[in-house]
Structures are given as C-alpha cells and as structure tokens.
C-alpha cells in the first residue's frame, strides 16, 4: 500500500517494501499528547512546544515521492525516539537507575533524557514523577516499534538497492550567531555516515545557497546511533533545518518559505538516491 499507514504512535507513510535507497525518519514532530501526560504537566501546555520540531512532518511530506517516511505521533515530551532506552532520568523518571548511567550523556544531564524533564529553560515540566512501570509501557508501545520498523525497512532497501541512506529529518531554532548555519548536517562526527554521501548533501545545500555546518552544535543521537552502519551498507545523516526557512514569523504554523525549503530537502534526496542506483551493483 502507498498511502499513509497508521501505527498505534507513528505513521508510515510509502509501502512496506521501500522503492526507493533513502528513507525518512521524523521523530521529533508529534502532535499527540495522551491525557495522562497533559495530567501531569506541572506548567503551562505551551511550554511544551519548544520541544516539538514544528511542522517539520509538513515539509518531509511535500518532500516526499516514492520514498518511506517514518513520521512519531506521540511527542518528544511523551517520549524521545532520539535517545536510547537506558537514558532515564531519575528527576522524572522512579524507574531509572542511576548506577547503571555514572554521570549520564550530557543531554541526560541537561534535562533531555527519554522523558524530558525540562524544554527550555529550567523549568521542571512535571508536578510529579512517573513510575518505572509508565514509562517502561511507553518504551513497549512507542519506542521499540518505530526502532523495529525502523531497522527492518533499511535492511529492505540496503538488499533491494545494495546501500540505504536514512534521513533523519528535525528542525532547529534559530542559531544565535553572526552569520550562523541554517541547516546542521549531523553523521556523529563521521561514525553514522560514509563520507562520500555527507560530501553529497553538502554539495546540494551549497548549491541552494544556504549556509550549512556539520556537527556542530547537532552531531545526531540515538537514531544515527542505532541505525547508521556504514560497512554494512546502511548510511545515517541528521538533518536539522532552521524554523525560520519554513515556518511564519511566529514559528507556530508553515510559512512562505515551505514550498522552497521541501524542495531543498527534495534535492538532497534526490541526490543521493541518485548517486545510488547509478552505481553497479556487486556480484552476489
């Protein structure tokens, strides 16, 4: 089927087997926020937004032709796709286990573990702790599901294709600096990605005029972490887009500059997904 096919917590959009060498990922975009978790929010609902990479799914959708998208339902508050399982912070969260995470990883620390205790600023979100129990249930429902369906489409397309190259696809808020990027290119510091594809990206966003950087500050996370494996055949990249390229002044809703942006994103992949099925494929 090609058509947007519903999950319990994420959607997919494209067919069960890819038709294309690249995929799609956007965890960071959901809009489904459970009762319990509204339950729970010791502030006020708005000040969740800032974790949302907002209407970032509008712009991988017009990007979007044969390729499979992955789009989270649930929000980054209920859950990050985008951190691993172990990352539970004991601030929120009485079933983490702090011995097990001496020091934890900085995102951890700042507040942005698998539950976020924090969205900006440092503000405690929630008037109470979730039990190990809660959160265990969102790790069975929401996050080991995208991961597998996740994992298994990749290696559907890197056997059909001989290589497949996951886009994982987040926006950013503006960087405070002169002249600053507008566009992250993440590959965990070249572990995630080969660099013949990164070189490829970047390529295209030069070409669009766009001012770019690579790993700094977004290096990607978990999802390149778990997913991308060069020497099997599997590439991961992070793109993060900055808000202002295609959201209205606001940063609230899609703007004038949507149509430009995923068209932007509509050459990236293009690219790549070229530059794959160009090459022969290796006798089996």
Do not use: C
């Not at 959607?11 to 087997?17: I, K, T």
């Not at 998208?69 to 702090?98: K, M, Q, S, T, Y």
């Not at 059909?160 to 926006?171: E, N, Y």
């Amino acid at each position: 089927m090609d058509d947007a096919a519903p999950a319990i917590s994420f959607d997919r959009h494209g067919p069960v087997a890819p038709r294309s060498p690249v995929l799609l990922s956007v965890p960071h975009a959901g809009r489904d926020y459970p009762p319990a978790l509204i339950d729970a929010l010791g502030v006020p609902f708005d000040q969740l937004l800032p974790l949302e990479d907002r209407h970032v799914d509008s712009l991988a959708l017009l990007a979007r032709r044969a390729e499979t998208l992955f789009v989270a339902r649930r929000p980054r508050a209920w859950i990050d796709l985008n951190r691993g399982e172990h990352e539970r912070d004991p601030a929120v969260d009485l079933g983490a286990d702090a011995k097990s995470q001496p020091g934890g990883s900085s995102k951890l620390r700042g507040g942005l573990g698998l539950v976020p205790r924090r969205a900006s600023g440092a503000t405690l979100l929630w008037r109470r702790r979730f039990s190990g129990e809660e959160v265990a249930a969102r790790i069975a429902a929401d996050h080991r599901p995208y991961h597998a369906a996740l994992a298994a489409a990749l290696r559907s397309a890197r056997d059909a294709f001989g290589r497949a190259v996951l886009l994982d696809i987040h926006s950013m808020p503006p960087i405070e600096a002169p002249d600053p990027a507008r566009i992250v290119i993440g590959d965990r510091f070249g572990r995630s990605a080969s660099a013949p594809t990164v070189a490829l990206v970047e390529s295209v966003i030069r070409s669009h005029g766009v001012r770019f950087a690579l790993n700094s500050p977004y290096a990607g996370g978990h999802i390149l972490d778990t997913h991308g494996n060069p020497t099997r055949g599997i590439d991961a990249i992070q793109i993060e887009i900055d808000r202002t390229l295609y959201l209205d002044a606001n940063l609230d809703q899609p703007g004038a500059g949507l149509a430009a942006t995923a068209g932007l994103l509509r050459s990236i992949i293009s690219a790549v997904a070229d530059e794959i099925t160009a090459l022969p494929r290796a006798a089996e």
